[in-house]
């Protein structure tokens, strides 16, 4: 890149890191730590989500996917809106029911401690390994900008991500996490601007060739984006990673109580919708301008344009944005799993509540945690399947298996701590074969979107035919929520 937009890449990164550590302010607790004090503002919370969930992923790679092919992937968005309400009228009451620091404390509530940390532990290894693709994807771009292998380019961001997630705890992820989505967007406003002006056609020509089609209406469980995968397989999807998924219930934890974790929840849901149009549209954008080269991975198509087409600076601002984006979600991911470790394994097993001390404790886990994320980030180095779908594919294997779980704890009163654990490894035992085809590939035709579904069936299933096996009738049943 040229020596303007190095220059805009580390002051930004240096504004950032400084803007989100004094925002922070003096850790003093785990409560500060792992939930800001329970006292940030909704809209903070609502922006937070949206750059944890899609950064680096929406950036580099939904570009691509449009590219590649059309704009169908935005249906998946409508399922998020519908599983988002569900989760904000069916289980986020449970949540501010008393004081809870994870999003697995309400199972222990109902069925016990076992499968509390059955479902930590589920958490723990999916959020790990997704977010080792996460760091994948940041290492391409960073690639990209400055020829680095891209083994190099993970340590990097491994190193770099660390730094504030481990002074700043959550409320410095969440306040860089807003103003790293304020600049990429406007970053992808500008290519889609910029990329108009240098093609050789409109976006007729594109409406022509299908490469702005929304809708499928097929019923189909092979093709992989149609409006009742989106609607079904997203809504699942959704309900999964925002209702059960400690990295997005941390968040909601924060907010100032249920109304606003609400408004934050349903409005993250409405705001995705529009982020994934805009990032898609800037791959119609780039396709119209030439930018999609056949030798290409699809990932690298939107990265390649920032560094060969875009002006002097703002190339380097949205570089900046990018890798800033992916490594805020990166450090979400740290401090959740810190949370989770510290919260539902090390206080209960060595009987330490002291919240001085669990801070402490918080800060090594995330160490360990960055750890384990850059070493799973490579086994994906040499993966040619676009990140997004290989993340959310990977989130699919145990989401099914922690919504059924909780569906199985609200709407069957039979249901056991012993049925729950053995329907949540079932299914997450069923979901292996289907999504990474080992030891072989089971359902080989079925589409990502319905993996969630299918766990979630697959779950809820075997725990409600488990409640009736060794059981009498006279046996009394924990309602507890």
């Known amino acids: 890149m040229r020596p303007l937009d190095i220059a805009v ?6 504004a950032v890191m400084a803007v989100g550590l004094l925002l922070a302010g003096k850790q003093q607790d785990a409560s500060d730590y792992f939930l800001g004090k329970r006292g940030l503002p909704w809209w903070a919370i609502m922006l937070s989500i949206v750059a944890t969930e899609t950064s680096a992923l929406t950036v ?20 998020y809106l519908v599983g988002r309400i569900g989760v904000a009228a069916l289980l986020l009451p449970g949540y501010f029911d008393g004081t809870q620091e994870t999003a697995y404390q309400r199972l222990e509530r109902r069925f016990g401690t076992t499968a509390r940390r059955v479902a930590s532990a589920a958490f723990l290894v999916t959020r790990a390994l997704g977010d080792g693709v996460r760091v994948f994807a940041t290492a391409i771009t960073l690639a990209i900008v400055t020829s680095w292998s891209i083994p190099a380019g993970i340590l990097t961001v491994g190193v770099v991500t660390i730094f504030y997630t481990w002074f700043g ?89 249920l109304p606003d974790a609400k408004k934050a929840l349903v409005g993250s849901g409405v705001f995705i919708i529009a ?22 991975r699809a990932d690298a198509i939107y990265p390649t344009f920032v560094v060969e087409r875009l002006p002097a600076g703002l190339a ?30 090390y206080a209960p097993l060595t009987g330490r509540t002291d919240s001085e001390h669990l801070l402490k404790v918080g800060r090594g886990m995330t160490l360990v945690w960055a750890a384990i994320m850059v070493g799973g980030a490579m086994l994906f180095k040499n993966r040619d399947t676009p990140v997004v779908e290989l993340a959310l594919a990977i989130a699919s294997i145990t989401y099914g298996g922690l919504l059924g779980t909780y569906l199985l704890g609200g709407l069957w009163p039979r249901a056991r701590q012993v ?63």
């Open 169 to 257: 705890g959550l409320r410095a992820v969440v306040w860089v996490d807003v103003v790293q989505l304020v600049f990429y967007v406007l970053g992808g406003v500008a290519t889609i601007v910029i990329a108009l002006q240098m093609a050789d056609g409109t976006l007729a020509d594109a409406w022509a060739a299908g490469k702005l089609q929304v809708i499928d209406p097929s019923l189909s469980f092979a093709t992989t984006y149609t409006l009742w995968s989106g609607l079904i397989g997203g809504a699942l999807l959704s309900a999964a990673s925002h209702g059960t998924d400690h990295l997005i219930v941390q968040r909601l934890l924060a907010s100032r109580g």
């Open 60 to 79: 580099i790679s939904v570009p691509g996917l449009a590219a590649r092919g059309n704009l169908t992937f935005l249906q998946l968005s409508f399922g």
């Open 419 to 481: 049925d729950v654990i053995i329907a949540i490894l079932v299914g997450v035992a069923f979901m292996i074969p289907v999504v990474l085809g080992f030891p072989g590939r089971l359902l080989p035709g079925l589409a990502w979107p319905w993996y969630v579904p299918l766990g979630t069936a697959v779950t809820v299933i075997v725990g409600m035919l488990c409640s009736f096996v060794g059981r009498s009738d006279s046996l009394t049943v924990d309602r507890r929520r």
């Open 275 to 296: 982020q994934f149009a805009l990032f898609l549209l800037v791959g119609t954008a780039l396709w119209l301008a030439g930018a999609d080269r056949p030798d290409m």
């Open 9 to 14: 890449i580390l002051v930004y990164f240096i």
């Open 316 to 345: 380097g601002l949205v570089v900046a944005a990018i890798l800033a984006a992916a490594m805020s979600t990166v450090s979400s991911s740290l401090n959740s799993l810190a949370s989770a470790s510290t919260h539902d394994f």
